[in-house]
């Protein structure tokens, strides 16, 4: 166990409504990731976070943005709510281990965009 | 443009055979790889890592090849498991990123 949680865990929501999904980890680690599971595209990065206040784009940012004011917590806001955000979110932390380098990934969110 | 790509969106494979499992990258900056197996439902779980110093690693049943001239890394396990069958997804990351990108995947069946 990686010491993250995903919240919440489920969702469905209108088109236009802004949605928040939070990313919390117990174990301190500097990098936190936000992506998207879709079928036929496997998973593909949205936004990343280096450390606090340090945030940077993915491969599919548009539409997303991101916050991080405590090392512990990750947040992925989607301001306007489309369809097209229809998808499984996944947390993940990271951390350099001498010369290699691990991601370890949250439960998931499944977001219903109606 | 995919930079990590898995060409078999599925594979079945007899228990108790070996299964391969493909995975090939474009771009020559990546030097370490992951691959992750993920259940319905579930974050990805990770498997093995390899480093490009290294053309192999072994952990149990799971073996990962790294072939760097080819830009292709392939996932072994033997003997398979009908509780191997998942998803697996290979990462690949540039020293210095901090992040990975993923192949799309290939879903594996062992058949009992």
């Known amino acids: 166990d990686a010491g993250i949680t995903q919240s919440p865990r489920h969702k469905v929501t209108e088109t236009g409504t802004p949605v928040t999904l939070r990313c919390h980890q117990t174990e301190n680690h500097r990098y936190m990731y936000w992506y998207r599971q879709d079928p036929g595209h496997g998973l593909r990065l949205i936004h990343y976070?280096?450390?606090?206040?340090?945030?940077d784009k993915g491969e599919v940012s548009d539409g997303y943005s991101v916050s991080r004011s405590k090392t512990e917590d990750f947040l992925l806001t989607l301001e306007s709510a489309t369809s097209s955000q229809t998808s499984v979110y996944f947390c993940a932390i990271g951390w350099a281990s001498g010369s290699s380098y691990e991601q370890y990934f949250g439960p998931g969110t499944r977001l219903t965009v109606t | 443009d995919q930079q990590v790509k898995q060409n078999s969106p599925s594979l079945s494979v007899q228990e108790g055979r070996i299964s391969i499992l493909n995975c090939d990258y474009t771009?020559?900056?990546?030097?370490?790889f992951l691959w992750y197996k993920k259940y319905p439902a579930e974050g990805p779980t990770f498997l093995i890592s390899?480093?490009?110093?290294?053309d192999k690693n072994e952990d149990g049943r799971f073996t990962v090849f790294l072939n760097k001239s080819a830009k292709h890394l392939s996932l072994h396990i033997v003997p398979s498991q009908p509780g191997d069958s998942a998803v697996y997804f290979c990462a690949a990351s540039a020293s210095g990123t901090y992040k990975y990108i993923f192949g799309t995947g290939t879903r594996l069946k062992v058949l009992a």
């Open positions: 976070s280096y450390g606090v206040k340090d945030t």
């Open positions: 390899i480093s490009s110093i290294k």
């Open positions: 771009n020559s900056m990546f030097d370490y």
